[in-house]
């Protein structure tokens, strides 16, 4: 039987992953992170998005943030000698909360962000729900 999805096991084997791409090669590193299975889990086990249960997504926005720290932990510092792989790029693709995308990539990369994404919808589409950034995030 696998540990529970929150046992450390896997956030160590996360970042041991997360440390030897760091480690190994001098060639700079273009990372993109697919989270968008946390749509599918949540719509499978909770049902659809209703703005009224924000709040029972939270655990997907804590994901979020854990990869994040973990990849800007495994990048920095980044130190002058090349014993770290310069992480010249990294994209976030999320199943909630999309609007986060962009700001991940800044918390990870810092100064050296350089854009957002870009999302191409119809004109007059309304946005959905799990779009937007939870109400209680603060920028």
């Known amino acids: 039987m696998f540990p529970s999805p929150d046992h450390p096991v896997y956030r160590d084997v996360f970042e041991a992953i997360l440390t030897a791409l760091a480690s190994e090669g001098t060639a700079p590193l273009y990372l993109e992170l697919d989270l968008t299975a946390t ?8 049902g659809e998005f209703d703005g009224d249960e924000e709040e029972r997504y939270r655990w997907t926005y804590d994901l979020y943030r854990d ?3 973990a990849v800007k932990g495994a990048f920095e510092p980044e130190l002058g000698d090349g014993s770290r792989r310069r992480l010249e790029s990294v994209r976030f693709r999320l199943g909630t909360f999309t609007d986060l995308e962009p700001w991940l990539g800044r918390e990870v990369l810092g100064e050296r962000f350089d854009g957002g994404r870009v999302v191409d919808r119809p004109t007059g589409t309304r946005r959905m729900l799990s779009e937007m950034a939870p109400q209680w995030h603060v920028w």
């Open 39 to 46: 749509e599918i889990f949540a719509d499978l086990f909770f």
């Open 67 to 69: 990869v994040a720290e």
